[in-house]
């Protein structure tokens, strides 16, 4: 087969993505980078007030996005919320796993309460989520695009708390690679991206418990939000139409290799 080249297009004309932790941070980061390549976007959270201001923000700027409210620690709201965002917006092509939460405790100090929280967030949410959205891609015979927001702690661990943080990010991690390949015959592609340090509500809380972490990074540097664009881009388009499986590292070598 052959291409023009380049073989090269972040145009999402005719796409609709839902993006789960959209109400602030990188989560409505990503449903602004969407909606402006050309997607409709669900943008979901708990909180319905930001998320309607957020999507009114995005038609006011000429895209076209709607909030819908997600408790991503509710299993029957996650097999409901893609349905509810195709009945607006049209059948669901691209899902953004964003939602994710830390724990910031040493192993034997959590709760098993915060235990279950961080897990069911940060690993059986965007399992649930990613089988309610494929099922209903299968049977549509619809392509379709899922990035999981894994983590650089995902690969390293320092010792110093979050243990399970990083765990569950590995799990992240394999999800993608394993789900790739059981939906591989159906042309749904899945792949993830591991930030490092970027800027968000979760890295203020973090810098407030820790101080200034940069000290030990190479380049000493948080990253902004925008640097994570052009890889979410190329993750959700044609362009990457051969790339599944993969976990594309975007942290600036902050944690080190």
């Given at each position: 087969?052959?291409?023009?080249?380049?073989?090269?297009?972040?145009?999402?004309?005719?796409?609709?993505a839902?993006?789960?932790?959209?109400?602030?941070?990188?989560?409505l980061?990503?449903?602004?980078?969407?909606?402006?390549?050309?997607?409709?976007?669900?943008?979901?959270?708990?909180?319905?007030?930001?998320?309607?201001?957020?999507?009114?923000?995005i038609?006011?700027?000429?895209?076209?996005?709607?909030?819908?409210?997600?408790?991503?620690?509710?299993?029957n709201?996650?097999?409901?919320?893609?349905?509810?965002?195709?009945?607006?917006?049209?059948?669901?092509?691209?899902?953004?796993?964003?939602?994710?939460?830390?724990?910031?405790?040493?192993?034997?100090?959590?709760?098993?309460?915060?235990?279950d929280?961080v897990?069911?967030?940060?690993?059986?949410?965007?399992?649930?989520?990613?089988?309610?959205?494929?099922?209903?891609?299968?049977?549509?015979?619809?392509?379709?695009?899922i990035?999981?927001?894994?983590?650089?702690?995902?690969?390293?661990?320092?010792?110093?708390?979050?243990?399970?943080?990083?765990?569950?990010?590995?799990?992240?991690?394999?999800?993608t690679?394993?789900?790739?390949?059981?939906?591989?015959?159906?042309?749904?592609?899945?792949?993830?991206?591991?930030?490092g340090?970027?800027?968000?509500?979760?890295?203020d809380?973090?810098?407030?418990?820790?101080?200034?972490?940069?000290?030990?990074?190479?380049?000493?540097?948080?990253g902004?939000?925008?640097?994570?664009?052009?890889?979410?881009?190329?993750l959700?388009s044609?362009?990457?139409?051969?790339?599944t499986?993969?976990?594309?590292?975007?942290?600036?070598?902050?944690g080190?290799?």
């Amino acid at each position: 087969m052959a291409y023009a080249l380049p073989n090269f297009s972040t145009d999402l004309t005719g796409q609709t993505a839902l993006v789960t932790g959209a109400s602030s941070g990188l989560g409505l980061r990503f449903a602004r980078t969407l909606a402006k390549a050309g997607a409709k976007v669900a943008l979901t959270a708990r909180r319905l007030d930001r998320l309607e201001q957020h999507a009114a923000d995005i038609k006011a700027a000429g895209g076209e996005a709607i909030g819908l409210q997600l408790d991503v620690t509710d299993a029957n709201q996650l097999k409901e919320v893609v349905g509810k965002a195709e009945a607006k917006l049209g059948p669901v092509t691209i899902l953004i796993n964003n939602a994710g939460i830390p724990d910031a405790q040493r192993a034997v100090k959590m709760s098993t309460e915060l235990i279950d929280r961080v897990l069911d967030t940060n690993v059986r949410a965007p399992y649930i989520l990613s089988c309610e959205f494929a099922r209903r891609l299968i049977d549509l015979k619809k392509p379709g695009r899922i990035v999981n927001i894994a983590s650089s702690a995902a690969y390293r661990y320092s010792g110093n708390g979050a243990a399970l943080y990083s765990i569950s990010k590995s799990a992240v991690v394999r999800m993608t690679e394993a789900l790739a390949v059981e939906w591989a015959p159906f042309h749904i592609n899945v792949n993830a991206i591991a930030p490092g340090a970027f800027s968000s509500e979760m890295m203020d809380g973090m810098l407030q418990r820790m101080g200034d972490i940069t000290k030990n990074m190479p380049r000493a540097r948080i990253g902004d939000p925008a640097q994570l664009d052009s890889t979410l881009l190329f993750l959700v388009s044609p362009s990457s139409d051969f790339v599944t499986g993969t976990s594309v590292r975007v942290d600036d070598v902050q944690g080190g290799r």
